[in-house]
């Protein structure tokens, strides 16, 4: 299983002058027969300033505490503290431990489940940031690690009584319990100075191994075999800094198991989403054949460049000729009053009100001539003072998008003007102004036959806009039937459609507001005298 190579190696001026003066005496004639009272032999001193060990999985390797400890079998209460004895006399009169400063802790030893919690709060371990135990931290440290052994995982989810509405209060006990499911292991380190080892004070936590029933493997710290060495810095007086390099030395994955496991990868992504479809289903709920089922979810975002404030939209729907609604679909609605807030140079009141809508196209006959016409939302903003009175701000409209998908319209207003001083004085001190008996009159008549709308002599202000989120879905049979062929398909998107001339038409009416606006603020920024001059001239040339 997994297999790291764990070195320590002490950084500190005593260890490197050490180093320096061995190297000193190695590369002089005859330095063997060299002594040196400071030193102490060549192994000697290598293994106090560093150690390099292997480890394997849940391998228990005695620390210098450990051996004195298991020596006594009076010390010895427990199996596990038994078995330990007999491998320490095993030890002992073998050639002893290999390991000298690095040994570990198993998933069996009672150290391990608060082992973590301790060294975060006794030890420093020098990274980035400094961390500290946190709440939740604590209280899991108390909590047992269960094995794997002693419970099976099984991945099935139960199909009924997901939800225990009555629960027992054993069954309280047994279920509201942290379960982990994970086997750990801790690669320690004892960094005392020389003569010093074998005390608890100076064991310090170098490397964190767990595993799961799935075969995730977490080492942490991770493995830094291109990467700067991790510092450990001991506490007390002498506060020495140590590196620690951890590699991983498992052996790589032959090419027959890597296809082997992404066959297990593909046949698992194909299980999951065997699984979702189950979830979903596979037949989805179809319109009837020549029926376009139109979904829109809409926000009203905000309202902008309104005279007063406090205001509120009145919105309804139309729906032209072939269309149709459910019975209980609600065509009209009303926001709450929101108050504007300054935003750059305007007040922009923010209402943030959703609603949702669906209707139902049929098609009679399918003309090419004739392009049906969409729905349309008329809106109406209004502002309400202190006093309850109440004043027409705006009129508008929306057509509905014949691309579905998200879109972001802004709608600008207009309201009738009355023109006078009375008529500005009634508005100010008592409220109320013109309005439209006929709100489709914002844009064409539901009502008119003829073939040109005059609207010579109506006298309107341009007030403000409001912003729409829509999120608009379309359904259809026609959509999915891959067996229909090119010139029905477009058939039938322009009998739903015919937004290739709709947004054509209004791309050029834009495009002329746009060159009129501009043409507006070129001739607003020039003197009055040169604007004069110009008119002049334009007049002369017509002449």
């Known amino acids: 299983m997994t297999t790291c190579r764990v070195r320590v190696e002490r950084v500190t001026s005593t260890a490197a002058l050490s180093k320096h003066l061995q190297q000193q005496v190695l590369s002089q004639p005859g330095g063997g027969a060299i002594e040196l009272e400071t030193l102490t032999s060549r192994g000697q001193t290598e293994g106090d300033n560093e150690e390099e060990l292997e480890v394997g999985w849940q391998e228990k390797l005695f620390s ?41 802790y198993t998933d069996h030893d009672r150290y391990t489940s608060c082992l973590a919690l301790q060294q975060l709060t006794s030890s420093d371990l020098l990274s980035t940031t400094k961390s500290s135990p946190t709440f939740l931290a604590e209280r899991m440290a108390s909590v047992r690690h269960r094995r794997q052994d002693r419970r099976t995982m099984d991945g099935s989810v139960p199909k009924s009584k997901i939800v225990n509405w009555e629960p027992t209060a054993e069954f309280v006990k047994s279920s509201h319990v942290v379960n982990n499911a ?102 989805f709920e179809m319109p009837p054949v020549g029926i376009l089922r139109y979904m829109m979810n809409a926000e009203i975002v905000s309202a902008k460049g309104f005279e007063y404030d406090n205001l509120y939209i009145h919105f309804f729907m139309e729906l032209p000729n072939n269309w149709s609604s459910l019975p209980f679909q609600t065509l009209s609605g009303v926001t709450q009053t929101c108050r504007a807030k300054t935003l750059g140079k305007e007040n922009v ?79 100010f001190f008592i409220g109320g102004s013109p309005e439209l008996e006929d709100h489709s009159y914002v844009r064409i008549p539901g009502t008119f036959k003829g073939e040109r709308l005059s609207r010579f002599g109506f006298c309107t202000e341009t007030t403000g806009s409001v912003t729409f989120n829509l999120h608009c879905i379309q359904q259809a049979r026609a959509f999915v039937d891959a067996t229909m062929l090119k010139k029905r398909r477009q058939n039938v998107f322009d009998q739903l459609g015919g937004f290739s001339q709709q947004g054509a038409v209004c791309t050029i009416l834009e495009a002329f507001q746009r060159a009129r606006k501009k043409m507006q603020d070129a001739r607003e920024s020039l003197p009055r005298d040169l604007v004069h001059t110009t008119s002049q001239l334009q007049v002369e040339s017509s002449a």
């Not at 399918?366 to 004043?391: G, N």
């Open 64 to 104: 210098q505490y450990e051996m004195e400890l298991f020596q006594n079998e009076s010390a010895c209460q427990t199996p596990l503290d038994r078995q330990y004895h007999t491998e320490v006399k095993a030890l002992n009169k073998a050639k002893g431990r290999r390991n000298k400063r690095i040994f570990t």
């Open 182 to 283: 994970m086997q750990t292991m801790h690669i320690m380190g004892d960094l005392a100075p020389a003569g010093r080892m074998g005390q608890k004070e100076n064991e310090y936590l170098l490397v964190t191994i767990k595993t799961d029933g799935s075969g995730t493997v977490i080492v942490k710290p991770d493995f830094n075999d291109d990467k700067e060495p991790y510092r450990i810095v001991t506490a007390g007086d002498k506060r020495e800094v140590w590196r620690l390099t951890v590699k991983n030395m498992c052996t790589p994955m032959q090419p027959e198991e890597k296809e082997r496991e992404q066959n297990v990868y593909k046949d698992l992504y194909v299980r999951h989403k065997e699984y979702l479809n189950s979830l979903v289903g596979q037949d």
């Open 349 to 427: 009141a923010f209402f943030s009100y959703p609603f949702s809508f669906e209707a139902f196209y049929m098609s009679e006959k399918e003309s090419e001539e004739s392009i049906p016409q969409w729905p349309v939302i008329y809106f109406k903003v209004l502002s309400l003072d202190s006093w309850q009175r109440f004043r027409t701000e705006g009129y508008g409209y929306l057509l509905f998008p014949a691309v579905p998908g998200k879109q972001t319209i802004t709608c600008h207003t207009w309201r009738p003007l009355q023109t006078g001083t009375v008529s500005a004085l009634r508005r």
